[in-house]
């Protein structure tokens, strides 16, 4: 018998993050077959606080879209939090992704979702990678 969840369009899951209290969800608000195999799941990633030197407040407390693979999902999800509507913020950045994609110019994260969130902060903070 498989362990690995089913991940579907719709479903919210509780995930780890960068520290223990770092406690963020993702909602999946769509799911793309990959040209050469695989899925991509375009994500919404809400309760985490990313520095944002751009912001007046200092800090992003969501993602509206992110492209992951599947094993980010599965190396992430740490409980189902049920059903939820597709969040309709993620579109804009889907479709700049999508342009971008189909360009041969965008791909997909398969790493952790911790790890998702220190490269997106890095790369606001001007930060070099680690």
Partial sequence: M???PDFAAGQ???????????TPTLLINRVDQHPLGGEIFHITVRNVKIRH??????????????????ATLEASAIGYDGEQPPYPAYLKGYAEWKQAFDAGKAGSFAVSLADVLRIVEQGLTGQAPR
């Fill in 2 to 4: 498989s362990t690995t």
């Fill in 12 to 22: 919210l899951w509780r995930c780890t993050g960068r520290t223990p209290a770092e």
């Fill in 53 to 70: 030197p751009g912001l007046p407040s200092g800090l992003l407390t969501e993602l509206p879209h992110l492209p992951v693979t599947r």
